[in-house]
């Protein structure tokens, strides 16, 4: 008999990547979502979101991260004995306090999918495991659904955290920098003088923006990240100042500092080699 997963939030983009990665493993789908339209002849659709999950053997929410807690406590008194409840946010805190106050009738399953929908096989891509209750039995049913991902074991604050690194800084600095060259009127001209620096950000931050506006707010809505947005913001004033100043050892002495400190950590110059090599990938295409 197959086994049975609700996905909901299923017409959305992630939703639709999970829905299509099931269906492929021989589960059962059923998809319920209020506000998008649900693709693919195979699913099947429900009408409410308490008929989706009532016979689910699993349930994975690819929903809004603010709507996920409350979704939780919703959805969790009314699954079946024995049943999971996936979770797949951004923002672990308020979703993991929700988790660990289900019944115990249900499993949960707290992992953050290191990937967007665009990749077409899971294998070697990341997944953060988030603890809720039984570390061990939630990470050995997680892997037994997501075979070949990599998986990383954090708890709920450390994941926050660093997330806000992660996506957060990388997502704030992306939006501004695709804010300020969608202003560019000779944008063509830009591209055509440009190096392998510019190529490679612009790609980077032009992939961020095909994702929704909902998401992007809800990562760079992130607590955490204002620490690590203040960071940036003293150290961008910190740098435009000296310059203005011509404070030129005050500058090279930060970035001495930077690449030292970086060098202990990773290999610079095979950094700039991967680089150039991306680059050339794709100008190849």
């Known amino acids: ?5 609700t996905v909901v939030g299923a017409g959305g983009q992630m939703g639709q990547w999970f829905s299509k990665y099931f269906l492929s ?5 059923t998809g319920y979502d209020e506000e998008n339209k649900i693709k693919g002849k195979d699913i099947i659709q429900s009408e409410s979101l308490v008929g989706a999950i009532l016979k689910a053997d699993y349930v994975i929410l690819c929903t809004p991260t603010r709507r996920t807690p409350e979704i939780i406590r919703l959805i969790a008194k009314e699954m079946k004995r024995g049943t999971y409840l996936i ?3 951004s923002e672990k805190g308020k979703a993991v306090s929700s988790l660990s106050k289900m019944p115990a009738k249900i499993n949960p399953i707290c992992i953050h999918p290191m990937f967007g929908p665009g990749i077409k096989n899971i294998k070697g891509h990341n997944i953060i495991s988030v603890p809720v209750k039984d570390a061990k039995k939630e990470l050995t049913v997680a892997k037994s659904l997501f075979e070949g991902a990599n998986f ?3 708890d709920a604050v450390e994941h926050d955290k660093k ?7 990388t997502h704030l600095l992306n939006l501004v920098f695709a804010n300020i060259i969608s202003k560019d009127e000779k ?11 510019f190529t490679v950000q612009k790609i980077l931050a032009e992939s961020i923006m095909t994702e929704s506006p909902e998401l992007i707010e809800t990562i760079i809505a992130n607590p955490e990240i204002r620490r690590v947005a203040e960071d940036l913001w003293k150290d961008v004033g910190r740098l435009l100042t000296a310059v203005q100043e011509s404070k030129t050892e005050e500058v090279i002495t930060y ?7 970086l060098a202990t950590k990773t290999d610079l110059d095979a950094s700039y080699k991967k680089l150039t090599k991306m680059v050339n990938a794709v100008e190849k295409k």
């Not at 997330?163 to 800084?169: D, E, F, K, S």
């Open 152 to 154: 990383v074991t954090i």
């Open 87 to 89: 979770e797949i946010s």
């Open 187 to 197: 944008i063509a001209l830009t591209e055509k003088m440009s190096g392998t620096t």
């Open 1 to 5: 008999m197959k086994k049975s997963i």
């Open 25 to 29: 493993k021989g589960f059962e789908v």
């Open 255 to 261: 970035i001495k500092s930077c690449q030292e400190r």
């Open 163 to 169: 997330i806000a690194v992660i996506l957060g800084l």
